[in-house]
Structure formats: structure tokens, C-alpha cells
């Protein structure tokens, strides 16, 4: 197997030096073959990562902005940093949005009395003290609801609405509310946006429309969901009471953490890796986003340990807020416009960890081809395919801001059948992904923190 592998590359290398000047491209990557595998198999030798996960969400909890929680945490994650051996390891201050959920409920009254498994969404406001009631109506669509006269007026709308993908039902959840106010609806409520779980609600933000009346709006799960469907099918009158005491505290303080390994000869051109480090306020936010947070972070880890020092300077950001404000990204634009014409690329994980099966990546033709040509090196590891589009949300405004080269981690699994729910904890995430990630990471930061040319 070995010897056929390097019978392949032999020629392959001789094809292209028939074909004249690529050869020179694949010449540069051998020098990387040696750092690529310690990374590798210093990430692969241990459950680091998965253990440091583990410890963050058993230690902390979730982490909304504006919580105890998150603010304990990010001054664990510094001091975590420092032990590491990072350096200019600091917090950069950022004010935060801080809504809080309070106490909540979501029974059926008629029928007979029934508890729905609910979760408040965020940025909503609350109800009355004693809660409303109010007679249920059921859209299946917002074109269903525009055609529904003045059947919402006083009523709570149900948007049920199956999952099919997160970018196409995320939108009953951000905008249904203010549709349903515009309506008459006294509240709204949402078919989860995921899956069918196991009764679990997913929460996430809504957006208030500009100029109309605010309505408390929650999710319900999908098992209930399709409990009232059948029920309002058969022609039942239901009613609801919804209790919510969400409301929002004046901004908080909050950081962004960030931690570097200087660069050797260019310590000015910075390669980021990221995560956010603020979660909804439900379970402890293992997959939504300490996770993506921890593999990015390993990156550093396993250069110091090392003793890699790149070229480039590689700095690893957790940013804060990134679920119900994104004030940690926009705070990251404005404190380093100066420097963002010094990224050469900014990579986050924000889409879970589970089975690691490469990256997508955002930028020139030139660069696509340079990090398939370092995404090479992963080919053992089974993430060595790169899709179209790199952007997540935190890095998204420096990337648009400078036409940064943006690259995020692809995986395979049931990343939204708990995101944003009680069930997103440790045990859902396989140590040896943990491992697999970080070292996936590791390489791409470091081959491109160091090799010759700058990625362009
Ligand atoms: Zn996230």
C-alpha cells in the first residue's frame, strides 16, 4: 500500500514537470508532510480536547451573554490560555445584549389541562404575570397565514412548519412572531426549527420587526407540535395559556478571549481560528459552540507543545454573543480594521463536532487551490474535501469587510437534532472527533501560517 502510494506521487509528480512550472507547487507541501503527521498524531494520542469540553460545560453550564456563567468561563478560558503557554493572551471588552428567560410555561387549558414541552425564544418578551390565553389557530405557512383574514386577531398562531433544512424553516422562528402580530395574534408559536428529538424544544433568537407591536413567541417541540395538529384536524377547540416572564437587563460586559502564537518572521500577517463561546441558556452548549471552540483553540495547543512556531502569527478568537447579538464579530471588525488587511485567513467551527470531513472554503481560485493542495496532507484523517463557501457568522464581518480568505469546518451529524436544546452535552460528542478536528485544524492553521508565499 505504502510503496504504490509513493509509485502514484512519483509519477504524478513527473506529469507535472513534463507540464512545466506546477511542479514547484507540490514541492513546497513535502516540507509539511513531517510537521502534519506530529500534529496529527499528538491530537490523535489523546482525548485533550474532549476532556477539556467535557470540563468546560461540567464547570460552567450554558453560557448566554450577559450571565455568571459566561463571564466565569471566559476568565477560565484566559487562564487555561496562559497555562498552554499562549501568548498575548487577553480579554477584549464588548458590551452584550442580556435577556434573560425567567420562568415559563405553555399549557393546554381545553381540553382538559395538559403541560406542552416549550422553550421561550430568544430576545422575546414575557406575558402578563398570569399569563395569556387564547384559542389556538395553525398555519402551516406564512402564505396560509396571509390568507387568513382575521382569523389570527386575538388568537396565538402555531406556525407548524416541518424541518427541512435550517436556512429555509429558520425564518418562521426569526420573522413568524412579528408576521403573527401584524395579524392580531396575541402570541406565537413555532414548530421547533431541527428534527424530531425526543420532546426536546429548540430555542434560538427571533427578530421584532421595526415599528410593530412585540408578541411572546416560543417553541414548542415537534412531538407537540403534531399532537395539536391532529388534534385542531379533528375539529377540536383548543386553548392555551402561555406563561413567560423573558425580558431584557440593561447590556452587559463581556469578551471576546484571544490567544496567539507569534509569529517568527512575519508575526504582523495573523491566520485566526474561532469559536464562540457564548451558548443559548439550555443545556451547556457542548456542540453550540464550545466545541468549535475547543478544536480551534487545540490548534494552538498542539503547535506550542510542539514546539511549531510558524511563520505567520496564529491567534485563536472565542468570540462572545454570538447567538442573540453578534456583537463579539462586529467588535473583532472595528478593534482590528487596521489589521485586517494582515489576515491571510480567518477559519471557524460553528456547525458542530461530529465526524470531521474536511472544509469549506471562501476565497480566490488561486486559494481554493492552495488549501486543497494542503488539505492533502489530511487524507488519512478522511477530511480532505473542500466545498464551496467558508463563512460562518462571528468572522463573517471582517471577512466582507477585507475579502479575507474564510474557511470552516465540515462534519457529518445530527448537529441540529440537538442544537439550542437541554440535550446539547458532552456525551453526544465523540472523543475521537474532538481529536480528529483539532488535528484537521492544526495542519490547515499551521501549513498556511507558514508556508512561503501567503495565501492569496
Ligand atoms: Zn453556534
Redesign the pocket.
Known sequence: MQTRRIAISLSFVFVLALAGAPGAQTRWLEAYREPARRIIDESRSSTFAWDRLAELGDTFGNRLSGSENLDAAIKWAAEQMRQDGLEHVRLDPVKVPHWVRGAESLEITAPGRHPVAMLGLGNSIGTPPDGLQADLLIVRNFQELDAAGDRPKGRIVLFNVPFTTYGETVVYRSDGPSRAAAMGAVAALVRSVGPPGLRTPHTGALRYADGQLQIPAAAVSAEDADRLQRMHNRGTRIRLRLRMEAKFLPDADSFNVIGEIRGRELPDEVVVVSG?FDSWDVGTGAT??GA?CVVSWEALRLMKKLGLRPRRTVRVVLFTN??NGLRGGLDYRERYRHQLANHVLMFES?SGVFKPTGFGFSGSDAARKTIQEIASLLHDLGTDTITASGEE?DIGPSVQAASIPALSLNVDGNYFRI?HTQADTVDKIDPRDMSTAAAAIGVMAYVVADMPHRLK
Open positions: 464562540h453550540d459552540d468549535g454570538e447567538e460553528d457568522a442544537h
